[in-house]
Nanobody, 116 residues
Framework: QVQLVESGGDLVQAGGSLRLSCAAS????????MGWYRQAPGKQRELVAT???????NYVDSVKGRFTISRDNAKNTVDLQMDSLKPEDTAVYYC??????????WGRGTQVTVSS
C-alpha cells in the first residue's frame, strides 16, 4: 500500500508560477512511476507529467516547456514546477504512483486556480 499527500495548490494570476509537491509513504520502494494528473470541471482526468524511478519524463503537449517534473527517490517525493500558468491550467491536480501488477495509487488532490 502507498499513501500520497499533495500540497502546494493555490490561486495564482496568469503568467505566475506554482510548485506542487507530493509525499509518498508506505511501500515506496516498489514504486516505478510517479506523476501528476489533473481534472478540470466537466472534463476527464488527464495526464500532466510522469517520471520513472530512473528519471525519464513524459509531459502532455499543452504543458511542455512550462512545467517541470522532478523526483527524489530518497525522500519519496515528486514535485511539479509550473511556470507561465494559464487559466486553462485550472484544475484539481492529483499525485499518482504506479507499481507493477497493482492498481494505480492516487492522492486526494490539490486545487490550482489560475485567474486571467
Amino acid at each position: 500500500q502507498v499513501q500520497l499527500v499533495e500540497s502546494g495548490g493555490d490561486l495564482v494570476q496568469a503568467g505566475g508560477s506554482l510548485r506542487l509537491s507530493c509525499a509518498a509513504s508506505g511501500s515506496t520502494g516498489s514504486i516505478n512511476v510517479m506523476g501528476w494528473y489533473r481534472q478540470a470541471p466537466g472534463k476527464q482526468r488527464e495526464l500532466v507529467a510522469t517520471i520513472s524511478r530512473g528519471g525519464s519524463t513524459n509531459y502532455v503537449d499543452s504543458v511542455k516547456g512550462r512545467f517541470t517534473i522532478s523526483r527524489d527517490n530518497a525522500k519519496n517525493t515528486v514535485d511539479l514546477q509550473m511556470d507561465s500558468l494559464k487559466p486553462e491550467d485550472t484544475a484539481v491536480y492529483y499525485c499518482y504512483a504506479f507499481i507493477y501488477y497493482q492498481p494505480p495509487y492516487w492522492g486526494r488532490g490539490t486545487q490550482v486556480t489560475v485567474s486571467s
